[in-house]
């Protein structure tokens, strides 16, 4: 990694000065953001974060005397041409020739592979992650929220992918309980086998809506509940209508995903763990851990002075199994299945203490492993409909910011004239949907606009759609770079080397990313990235510039959307090339 080897250098000058390893400097040592004040330094040195048992006491002067006097003691050399203190830090000038060639050299060697190949993951060790996420329920609308889990869920898979791990992506479907009771008899009355196959998803919704209505009469009410119990008993013709609804209704998501560009190694759902449910009651019993109420229902003690203050239901006053039941035979049989690392869980913050509860029984019940389970959660989404009205289906979201996106760029003068159109306003329309979700904190609240989303100018995802797109035609119109012959002293003007800089953080947003699964960072540096890109497109021309300028320049602008094309990948964005 281009950063990577400056680090080390810079390192290594510190480490015979300052007495210290290197590999324990390198950390402290961090790329600087690019300034709209220009000539930024390239890395610095956070005196702080270098001194032992550095505290809130350490007083701002003396962080920046220590500062100075480390300056002083440095010396400039074939790789750092210049060295200076700041409030609190060291900071670096890489010699500028060297920059941009290391930069260069290393994003075209690389490819794909630029940033994640960094030292800065090389003590992280590999690891087997499940990720479980999308889980929408078969029946049911397929809200924002699944929305959400299911492009959350997919950059995290990408990301622990792209750095090496060993990912298992399962959707854990909500295909058990009493909705297929009512589903069941709905259908006997109002379901059709023509509409059923054409468009599952939306048929059984209504279905599911009309017997709903009439559910409100007690006989309906009976029905429902002996058909669910004919499913529970493994009655074969309740099951197999049941699985005639579950295998159209994956095979209508696997269609939606493939336009969303998200795929799953495994379709789970709760219907699984219907007997593995009985056996975790079981095991609860014999450790103890099972206490029935007055009513007759099962909970675990999860308060601390085991006194009934905090309890969790596990079983219902039949004896029948619960939500909570089934993810805790679903947690261990992954365990069994999978032997994973980490498993991660992507839903919304109102299932938050679900997911407490799920990792303290399964503490409880002697698995260490629960400490290895996480819960990634998410904000709710508001205000997003679209013309007719609410959102139902995924597929009503994936219409809709196709046929304004199409709109938007039938209507702008400066759209380019694309073999496919439809796929296009699709793939620009995904991104504009996914920056607008990615920019801020996962756990936030956000208010969805179409407006803002579709800007194609401004931090959306249109404007790094238009980025990619001028960059390719760029390399299209000129021939492709060629780094051979490269003559790097043409790559001097501020903002080529600005591009450069930026270049250079690359590995640190992603190790950031990778650090707390948010992946507002990555937005972040892919907008900057864009912006600087603007800039250095209109102020360095390729067109009419000397050979050995406009190559350079070429290269440059190649390197810029080669990074840009990584990270939007990483995000679940297609990055088009015309538009």
């Not at 019993?285 to 909970?299: A, H, M, P």
């Not at 799920?358 to 002697?366: D, E, N, S, Y």
């Not at 819960?375 to 139902?392: A, D």
């Amino acid at each position: 990694m281009a950063a990577g080897s400056f680090r080390r250098s810079i390192a290594s000058q510190l480490s015979k000065v300052l007495d210290l390893p290197p590999e324990y400097l390198i950390k402290s040592i961090s790329a600087v953001p690019v300034s709209k004040k220009r000539h930024v330094a390239d890395f610095q040195l956070s005196i702080a974060s270098i001194i032992e048992n550095s505290s809130g006491d350490c007083l701002a002067q003396d962080l920046h005397l220590q500062a100075q006097q480390l300056a002083e003691r440095l010396q400039c050399d074939s790789v750092v041409s210049a060295i200076s203190a700041g409030p609190g830090t060291v900071n670096f000038t890489i010699n500028r020739e060297l920059l941009a060639k290391t930069v260069l050299q290393q994003v075209w060697k690389d490819g794909s592979k630029y940033g994640v190949k960094s030292e800065l993951f090389s003590t992280v060790p590999r690891q087997k992650a499940v990720v479980e996420f999308s889980s929408p329920n078969i029946a049911k609308k397929f809200h924002m929220g699944h929305l959400r889990s299911t492009i959350v869920g997919n950059f995290i898979a990408n990301l622990k992918a792209a750095l090496g791990h060993e990912v298992v992506r399962i959707n854990y479907l909500g295909d058990w309980g009493m909705q297929f009771g009512l589903l069941g008899v709905g259908f006997q009355s109002f379901g059709n086998k023509e509409k059923l196959k054409s468009s599952p998803l939306q048929h059984l919704f209504e279905v599911y809506v009309q017997i709903n209505k009439a559910a409100e009469d007690e006989n309906t009410k009976k029905l429902a509940k002996d058909f669910f119990r004919k499913l529970e008993e493994h009655d074969e013709q309740a099951l197999s209508i049941w699985q005639q609804f579950r295998d159209l209704s994956i095979e209508e998501y696997v269609r939606i995903y493939k336009r969303l560009g998200v795929h799953f190694d495994e379709y789970s759902g709760e219907s699984f763990y219907q007997e593995k449910a009985q056996e975790v009651l079981k095991m609860l019993e014999d450790k103890g851990l099972l206490q029935k109420t007055i009513k007759g229902t099962g909970v675990v003690d999860l308060s601390e002075k085991k006194d009934l203050s905090t309890v969790s239901t596990v079983m219902r006053s039949d004896g029948t199994s619960l939500y909570i039941t089934r993810d805790l035979a679903a947690a261990i049989d992954r365990m069994n299945k999978h032997s994973w690392d980490t498993m991660i869980y992507v839903t919304d913050k109102s299932q938050s203490n679900h997911f407490q509860h799920l990792f303290q029984i399964l503490k409880l019940m002697g698995y260490d492993w629960a400490e290895r389970c996480q819960h990634v959660s998410f904000g709710l989404v508001q205000g997003m409909k679209t013309r007719r009205g609410e959102v139902v289906f995924l597929e009503d979201v994936l219409n809709e910011v196709r046929s304004r996106m199409l709109q938007n760029m039938t209507s702008t003068k400066t759209t380019k004239e694309t073999q496919d159109p439809v796929e296009t306003a699709e793939k620009v329309g995904l991104a504009a949907l996914i920056i607008q979700d990615f920019r801020g904190l996962l756990s936030s609240d956000y208010q969805f606009s179409w407006e803002r989303a579709l800007q194609s100018r401004g931090d959306t995802g249109v404007f790094l759609q238009y980025t990619h797109a001028r960059l390719h035609s760029l390399e299209q119109m000129h021939g492709n770079a060629e780094l051979t012959d490269v003559n790097v002293s043409c790559l001097q003007e501020p903002d080529a080397i600005s591009v450069l800089q930026h270049l250079l953080r690359y590995d640190e947003v992603l190790y950031r990313s990778s650090q707390d699964l948010q992946p507002k960072h990555i937005v972040s540096y892919l907008l900057t990235l864009s912006h600087l890109a603007a800039v250095a497109h209109k102020s360095l021309p390729v067109k009419g510039s000397a050979p050995a300028v406009a190559q350079a320049r070429l290269c440059l602008f190649h390197a810029a959307r080669s990074v840009l094309a990584n990270g939007m990948k990483l995000l679940g964005i297609t990055p088009v090339n015309q538009m």
